[in-house]
């Protein structure tokens, strides 16, 4: 069995969001070019991403910078940059280069719009349920 | 903010399609034009796309570079008693493939549509996140 890294609700619901944002971005591109020739559509590993990010924040930089001198900041807040595009593999290319398939990317962009959705609800929740934590006679 | 930019992503798109619509429009507008006083007679009117990188990274919008004209050669029709007609009495209209405009203005249009729908979307996403810190 896989034990679940117990994680901050409000970093996981953060973290999730700016990469299930960022995703939305990249299909969002895809739809736009549809039709440019020798665009190649692309996406990312969420799954990995995420947990790219999460140890990366939760365990500090996998290449921390060097704090030499007292001038020098510590890199605590690193935070790694936005997870690697990959390109589609396209089953049916078509002649201009471009790899848009239509169904494929809409099917993901409304999974992803859905996933975002949900995120949001969750992150909602776990703020929800700290300020009701912290009012008096749970009003 | 990565949603804001997908909502600059689906405008460029939606910019590019109605310029590729207006080309359309203006293509069958013309199908039937023969030639002008210097013997050119209307030339079909074909965008081009090109991916243009957005202000945020990783968000490719998309633009027209170019309106290119058909080089396809003018259509011929034999009526001697037309004005236009030259001495062996043929007429020369212009260039346009009216069923391939009519297949371009459908595929324009779903474009524009689906366009429409992702910055619907990206929209509806903005709305809900303002509610994350809400009641």
């Known amino acids: 069995m896989n034990p679940v890294p117990d994680y901050d609700p409000l970093v996981f619901g953060e973290t999730a969001l700016r990469l299930r944002t960022y995703r939305q971005q990249i299909l969002g591109s895809n739809l736009a070019n549809a039709e440019t020739p020798g665009f190649r559509a692309k996406d990312v590993n969420f799954a990995a991403a995420l947990r790219e990010q999460l140890e990366g924040q939760a365990y500090g930089s996998r290449l921390p910078l060097a704090v030499t001198t007292s001038g020098h900041m510590p890199s605590s ?60 006679d749970g009003r | ?24 429009a203006s293509n069958l507008a013309n199908a039937d034009s023969t030639v002008d006083t210097y013997g050119n007679a209307y030339r079909a009117k074909n965008v081009v796309f090109r991916t243009v990188p957005m202000e945020n990274m990783g968000a490719d919008g998309v633009e027209v570079m170019s309106i290119r004209e058909s080089d396809v050669p003018f259509r011929k029709v034999y009526e001697p008693g037309h004005p236009k007609a030259d001495e062996s009495g043929f007429v020369s209209y212009s260039n346009v493939n009216a069923v391939e405009e009519m297949v371009n203005m459908i595929s324009a249009s779903r474009s524009y549509q689906m366009n429409l729908e992702a910055m619907n979307s990206a929209r509806e996403l903005l709305q809900r996140s303002l509610d994350i810190l809400g009641t």
């Not at chain 1, 595009?85 to 290319?93: E, G, I, V």
């Not at chain 1, 999974?111 to 009701?132: C, D, H, I, Y």
């Not at chain 2, 600059?8 to 109605?18: D, F, G, R």
């Open chain 2, 1 to 24: 903010m990565s949603l804001i930019s997908s909502l600059h992503v689906a405008s460029t798109a939606l910019h590019a399609q109605s310029l590729r619509l207006n080309t359309i």
């Open chain 1, 77 to 136: 807040t690193y935070r790694p940059g936005m997870p690697t595009q990959l390109f589609r593999t396209s089953a049916q290319p078509s002649m201009d280069g471009n790899t848009v398939d239509l169904d494929i990317e809409r099917s993901h962009f409304a999974e992803n719009v859905t996933k975002t959705e949900a995120q949001m609800r969750f992150l909602a929740g776990a703020f929800r349920s700290r300020v009701n934590a912290m009012t008096p």
